[in-house]
């Protein structure tokens, strides 16, 4: 993963005719596979999107033609599906708002519509796992220390960042790539939920400090990796990763540079020979959004080629 050369950049596409970049339209669509849910995101806030479902919208919307009272009814049930669609957008995006003023990090009203796309879609069942074969898990007294894995060579798309906080950049960056994933691509397809999103980091050579330049990672589902998607953002990018060895431990909580710095220095002092990892590129893996509050994390050595 880490050393790869980047793939050069794709260039911007501009949006089909009629299509507004910001305002991707209320129809869910998706790529091949993906069906439709109804779960909120992690971390998606307390009151959590309205109770309504895509296909009960759709249903609010079918009119008969038969009679022109059933004509009026449908007209006033598709603008109160409209309001409610309206308040949960309101909902979503003032709570995404809060988490990222305590980031330092504005979150754009144009953010409305990729957080609610997000969030109905964010079905656990639904979520595709990034395929890797486990070769060893090193225990101890009952407690897993570190899992070393292989990972396949994949396509990814990717944006690079460097924000003066660590926080920041994974912020800014994860919104980038929701915009992607939420129909802001050449395919118009909500690409789906994968998981985990993935951070390189890099440290010093004593692996004392963090730099600020970092690069922000999503994986793209099977069905996308023969013929990925364009962005539209030209900021990101399609790049293959080659089939890599990594040493993964677990964590949980907020990842900042101090939390990175501990995880890393504490699992160089678990593995036998960590000689055999980069000393300066490292993975932070996020099985949750940057908005959610107790977040399922991983710190990835990776072994040199």
């Not at 919208?57 to 309206?86: I, K, V, W």
């Not at 486990?134 to 990814?156: F, M, S, T, V």
């Not at 004392?208 to 589902?221: D, G």
Request: glycine share 8%; hydrophobic share 35%.
């Amino acid at each position: 993963m880490a050393g790869v050369p980047a793939a050069e950049a794709v260039p911007a596409v501009p949006p089909p005719p009629g299509r507004c970049l910001d305002k991707p339209g209320r129809g869910e669509r998706r790529a091949a596979g993906m069906e439709t849910g109804g779960c909120r995101m992690g971390g998606a806030g307390p009151g959590g999107p309205a109770a309504i479902t895509l296909e009960e919208l759709d249903g609010l919307a079918e009119e008969s033609p038969d009679s022109a009272y059933h004509s009026h009814g449908s007209s006033l049930e598709e603008e109160a599906a409209e309001r409610m669609d309206d308040e949960e957008q309101e909902r979503l995006l003032s709570y995404w708002q809060s988490v990222g003023r305590g980031h330092q990090v504005d979150v754009p009203r144009d953010m409305a519509e990729p957080i609610q796309q997000l969030t109905r879609n964010n079905n656990p069942q639904e979520r595709q796992s990034i395929p890797f074969t486990l070769i060893q898990r090193k225990e101890k007294l009952g407690d897993l220390l570190y899992e070393k894995r292989q990972y396949g060579k994949a396509k990814w798309a990717c944006i690079k960042m460097k924000e003066k906080q660590y926080e920041q950049s994974i912020c800014l960056g994860f919104m980038k790539l929701m915009r992607y994933i939420c129909e802001q691509n050449s395919s118009g397809l909500y690409l789906g939920i994968t998981v985990p999103i993935v951070t390189i980091v890099h440290t010093n050579e004593a692996q004392s400090a963090m730099t600020q330049a970092v690069t922000v990672a999503y994986y793209l589902p099977e069905v996308l990796q023969d013929e990925p998607p364009h962005p539209f953002d030209s900021d990101i990018i399609i790049e293959e990763w080659p089939a890599t060895i990594v040493y993964s431990r677990s964590f949980r909580g907020i990842t900042n540079e101090d939390s990175i710095m501990r995880e890393i220095n504490l699992l160089a002092a678990i593995l036998e020979s960590p000689e055999l990892c980069l000393r300066d590129t490292f993975i932070i893996a996020g099985y949750t959004n940057p908005a959610a509050a107790n977040r399922h994390n991983e710190i990835w050595f990776l072994q040199r080629p």
